[in-house]
């Protein structure tokens, strides 16, 4: 099967939604059908630095999904950076390298708008997601803080 990477649209969110919510973290958080994610869909669509990408198969079901956030800065010389989050594979299409797919797409995308650095964090508990990145090419460097509010 075959899989085209583009921007998601507001048609998108539920199935995005779905997969946010089919793994053991997300399924405490995450409420499917909730106007608040098309709310939330419309300000990432709107900001020229956000790109909400999905994995769509031949049959124009969504399968996979990410987002990506540009970042300018001034540290090192003003470099853009580009941080990846909520990377998703539906999960009857997992273990197929969609993932890897949308992680090299999202480091060319990020290439391509001139960035220096691409970024994520992940769930510690994630740790098949360690060893995802890792073999990437991406490096535990630094330590992720997050403070709820």
């Known amino acids: 099967m075959t899989f085209t990477i583009k921007r998601a649209t507001a048609a998108d969110v539920g199935p995005i939604v779905a997969m946010l919510a089919d793994d053991p973290l997300g399924a405490g958080r995450e409420k499917p059908g909730d106007p ?3 709310r939330a869909f419309e300000v990432i669509d709107a900001d020229p ?23 300018s800065g001034l540290s090192r010389l003003g470099m853009t950076r580009a941080t990846v989050e909520a990377v998703r594979v539906r999960s009857d299409q997992r273990g197929r ?3 890897e797919r949308l992680i090299r797409w999202a480091i060319d995308e990020a290439r391509a708008r001139g960035c220096g650095m691409v970024q994520l964090t992940t769930d510690a508990s994630r740790t098949d997601a360690h060893r995802f990145y890792e073999r990437l090419g991406f490096t535990a460097s630094h330590v992720g803080m997050k403070l709820a509010l």
């Open 97 to 99: 390298g969609l993932g």
């Open 49 to 71: 630095h956000q790109y909400l990408a999905v994995a769509v198969d031949d049959e124009g079901q969504v399968a996979g999904t990410l987002q990506l956030t540009f970042t």
């Open 36 to 38: 608040a994610y098309l």
